[in-house]
């Protein structure tokens, strides 16, 4: 994976968020350079997007009413009401949620 580009989606995770917070505090203390504040983030970047597309096996089906779509920049944004997710052992349903999905063939490398 050495070379792949990955998006920054994970870092508005709530382990992103806290991995983030957790830098800023360490940089203005003074017990982190911001050099390397960057890097652990950009190694986070790439380790959730690895975890994600090599060891997550599960599928989940979405049903809910489409409240807002957009798409830019290559990235899908929905936001869904009364959704519904259902797996092989769970099913659970949201009142609201967000999903942000983006073509994984743009973390390929370009070919010449």
């Not at 099913?91 to 743009?106: M, R, W, Y």
Request: hydrophobic share 40%; glycine share 4%; proline share 3%.
């Amino acid at each position: 994976m050495q070379g792949m580009a990955t998006f920054e989606l994970y870092r508005r995770s709530t382990i992103g968020t806290y991995l983030t917070e957790t830098l800023d505090e360490l940089v203005s203390s003074g017990a982190v350079i911001p050099e390397l504040a960057i890097q652990v983030l950009l190694q986070f970047d790439k380790s959730m997007t690895e975890a994600l597309e090599m060891q997550v096996k599960s599928k989940v089906n979405v049903k809910g009413h489409l409240h807002t779509y957009r798409f830019c920049d290559n990235v899908w944004t929905f936001i869904l009401t009364d959704a519904t997710f259902k797996s092989e052992e769970i099913q659970e349903t949201l009142g609201k949620v967000k999903i942000v999905a983006c073509d994984s063939k743009l973390l390929q490398p370009q070919q010449p």
